[in-house]
């Protein structure tokens, strides 16, 4: 998968580093978790066998990769169960185990609909000795139903955990992002900073282009009348105040049955990836017309793939003069966006640079709130402060102790997510959640920025 990375001031693509030099990244887990198909969705191909008989993968199976122009060795792996004595499984874990004293890097693939089980265990424990960089992958959480599933996992202790479908591709971008920052550059200098990945998305023709143009401060990017001229998603490297984002141009997103066969349908579905691989969205909405169901779809998109969002009322300057039409459009982005109430909204023209000033301040707000973390004793300190006054809901008319009758704690940023622990996960209501997510929004801000609340038995 190659991006292109433009500067505002120069216009530079890194050149691929020699072989020599590539990383090795190796998927490991117990057979049957899904490293092939994982190893096949990274590479975008069907290179290594995938089948549900547990040990298909035999041998160690290399292929070289690339991602956002950094390239890397891939190594898929036999199953590594450490306590079977078989005697193909044997050969499998010494594969296996080879692979980890080979790699720079481990993805330690999981299996979310499984749950934990003891040859995971197994395998945790022999990585504990491993001093390289290990993520953990969870994999088959594929579904808004499925998240939960993600909880037991927490019992590992690690902090970052990494849900997605290796067969549907969800979430394998995310993890890619992760380990981004440990494949050198081509120059092999230290590592880039990690930059903030703006994606302008929303319906065509609604200025998308015209803004990062303005942003880039020359027209780098088509501008047309004609709906459909930004076919694939455009990288640009931004450079504002001394500090670097990168902001992706994409196509614009029709209404399902408007959307045409061919090249347009791959561009939309590479713009609702380039959400995916993006920390926040700007969605553009037609100051004019106002907010329409596909707008709603659009901002379902980045709800759904965990990403921060701002809205940008475009074209505003046409009804700058009319002074309740702000007071108007409000209302209407409250009927429409119930379920992006903490997005921050801002009203300007991409056509005038005037507007941008207040663009970037609140990019940095957000990108610290979608990035940021809060200490496990401070969060429960405020969770107990909260069940004084609002305790536990319980179904058996039996009053919840307030003092250690739930744990909390912060399992992951980008999206935030806090794992909650209780004794009876099934007493709590989808209302009292909502007041735990507007208690934490009060008190620790997230403008811009979903939470997750994982609830698991205590």
Request: aromatic content about 6%; glycine content about 8%; overall charge positive.
């Amino acid at each position: 998968m190659k991006h292109k990375h433009d500067s505002a001031t120069t216009s530079s693509t890194l050149p691929f580093m020699s072989d020599a030099s590539m990383p090795l990244v190796a998927i490991i887990g117990r057979p049957n978790v899904g490293k092939s198909t994982l190893f096949n969705k990274i590479l975008g191909m069907k290179t290594a066998i995938v089948d549900d008989v547990p040990g298909v993968t035999r041998d160690r199976n290399y292929a070289d990769a690339t991602y956002r122009e950094r390239k890397f060795r891939l190594v898929d792996t036999g199953g590594l169960d450490l306590s079977s004595s078989d005697g193909m499984l044997t050969l499998i874990r010494r594969q296996s185990e080879i692979a980890i004293a080979e790699a720079d890097i481990l993805i330690f693939l999981l299996d979310g609909r499984a749950g934990l089980t003891p040859p995971d265990h197994e395998v945790v424990r022999l990585l504990r000795g491993v001093t390289k960089p290990v993520f953990f992958a969870i994999n088959k959480i594929d579904t808004p139903k499925a998240d939960p599933l993600v909880a037991d996992f927490y019992q590992l202790g690690k902090d970052e955990l990494y849900p997605l479908s290796a067969e549907h591709g969800i979430g394998v971008s995310e993890l890619l992002d992760a380990i981004y920052p440990l494949l050198p550059a081509a120059d092999g200098t230290a590592e880039l900073l990690q930059l903030p990945r703006i994606a302008v998305v929303g319906r065509p023709n609604v200025g998308k282009s015209t803004l990062v143009n303005a942003v880039l401060g020359e027209e780098r990017v088509v501008v047309s009348d004609i709906a459909g001229t930004t076919r694939d998603p455009i990288d640009s490297l931004v450079t504002h105040e001394g500090k670097r984002y990168v902001f992706t141009d994409t196509a614009g997103i029709r209404r399902r049955g408007k959307i045409d066969r061919g090249i347009e349908g791959y561009s939309v579905l590479r713009a609702l990836r380039a959400i995916g691989r993006s920390d926040m969205a700007v969605l553009l909405l037609d100051g004019e017309e106002g907010v329409t169901e596909q707008d709603t779809k659009i901002a379902g998109a980045i709800l759904k793939q965990g990403r921060a969002c701002i809205l940008l009322v475009n074209k505003w300057d046409l009804r700058a003069d009319d002074v309740e039409a702000r007071k108007e459009y409000e209302l209407e982005l409250h009927r429409r966006f119930p379920f992006l109430t903490w997005a921050p909204v801002l009203y300007g023209s991409a056509l005038t640079p005037g507007s941008l000033p207040q663009l970037f301040p609140q990019i940095d707000d957000v990108h610290t709130m979608f990035t940021k973390r809060i200490p496990t004793g401070t969060l429960n300190v405020w969770l107990q402060e909260i069940l004084v006054t609002h305790p536990l809901p319980v179904r058996k008319g039996k009053p919840a102790k307030v003092t250690k009758s739930a744990f909390i704690t912060q399992v992951a940023t980008k999206p935030p997510v806090f794992a909650l622990f209780v004794g009876h996960p099934e007493n709590l209501t989808p209302s009292y959640l909502r007041y735990l997510e507007n208690q934490l929004r009060e008190s620790y801000g997230f403008a811009g920025t979903p939470i997750r609340l994982l609830v698991r038995k205590k």
